[in-house]
């Protein structure tokens, strides 16, 4: 009886296996694809995002990427300069038509004095050249202009004119100056500070309570100042579901509104020792009510302020429907409520975590 033995070998892989190519490079991009699909799930902008949506704003942003940089790489060549620095981005922006209309509410952080690059040309004429030295001195020194549709001026106001209490920046020694990090305008650092100049968290310097800043859409006043219309849909762990459950609180428990809770939180911040423990930031810096903060702190004060106020709440006091909602075994430290919209809203996620 003939019997055939099959000898199987196991070498190595030849070259012409197939490899696996992640999807920025079937798509032929620099910027992730799918680090973006992960950023535009996390996000919750839409119940369903397409793998196509995240492949086509990564190719947006890489084209804008990629025209802002050679734009502001020319300003920087034509300064002799070899690093891109603020100010040549700025310039980028403000020389481009279209890029201009896409940043025409933003702000660039640390830009200064704006350089406008002008482009070589012929020699003037004759007639030309009076006409062309009476306008040299606004195109050298032109007025720096937010892009929010000011004009504001490059110097600090209170170097030529006095404040009504009489104060004016010395000359000798020269006064220091901060820059706003809103609207980029210099405010005299006057010592000592008459009113609060540098967010107590972020530690960045604003002028909103020294003089009314024209930057639109932006604050900085004291914690106790801000004026609650609504909550935020993430205002309470990123989650909108269980905003919503507080916010159904508030109407049909309270019958209250938001402002009226937050004045609550703002009095439990100066009476209660408890809520004075509160901290935020990377600093650790505590939440008082009399804290000077900016639009973006003050969002993340609120956070910590309104997940403090909801753990105080019993469960038996919310609404019938949150009542029946199971307890997440991770609570307030589960991740999947951010990235599942069925997990986040089948369960309740203000509760201590029982599994680790």
């Known amino acids: ?212 800043c024209p930057a639109r859409g932006v604050k900085f006043l004291r914690l106790r100042d801000y004026q609650v219309d609504s909550f935020p849909n993430d205002a309470l762990l990123q989650n909108p579901f269980e905003t919503k459950r507080l916010m159904e609180y508030i109407d049909t428990c309270l019958h209250s509104t938001a402002q009226a809770v937050w004045d609550s939180i703002i009095d439990k911040l100066s009476s209660d020792p408890e809520w004075q423990k509160l901290t935020m930031g990377p600093h650790q810096t505590p939440i008082t009510s009399e804290m000077a903060v900016c639009s973006t702190c003050f969002a993340r004060a609120q956070r910590e302020l309104l997940l403090n106020y909801r753990e105080s709440i019993p469960k038996t006091a919310m609404p019938a429907a949150v009542q029946q909602l199971d307890d997440c075994w991770y609570g307030t430290k589960c991740r999947t409520q951010w990235h599942k919209w069925t997990h986040a809203q089948k369960y309740n996620h203000i509760c201590p975590q029982t599994k680790f």
């Open 1 to 212: 009886m003939n019997t055939k033995h099959i000898v199987l070998s196991s070498g190595p892989k030849s070259s012409t296996s197939r490899t696996s190519h992640s999807k920025t490079a079937k798509a032929g991009l620099v910027f992730p694809v799918a680090r973006i699909f992960k950023y535009l799930k996390a996000g919750r902008y839409t119940p369903r995002v397409s793998g196509g949506a995240s492949c086509y704003l990564a190719a947006v942003l890489e084209y804008l990427t990629a025209e802002v940089l050679e734009i502001s790489g020319s300003c920087a060549k034509d300064e002799k300069n070899k690093i891109i620095k603020p100010s040549h981005i700025h310039s980028a922006v403000r020389d481009d038509e279209e890029l201009q209309k896409l940043f025409g509410t933003c702000i660039i952080p640390s830009s200064g004095k704006v350089m406008i690059t002008t482009k070589k040309s012929s020699p003037p004429q004759r007639n030309q050249q009076v006409q062309r030295q009476t306008q040299l001195p606004s195109a050298v020194n032109p007025p720096i202009t937010a892009f929010f549709g000011t004009q504001l001026p490059q110097t600090c106001a209170q170097c030529t004119t006095p404040t009504a209490d009489g104060f004016k920046c010395p000359t000798l020694p020269p006064a220091n100056h901060h820059t706003c990090h809103h609207c980029q305008r210099p405010f005299p650092a006057r010592q000592p500070a008459t009113v609060p100049d540098t967010c107590e968290c972020c530690q960045q310097h604003f002028c909103g309570l020294y003089w009314q």
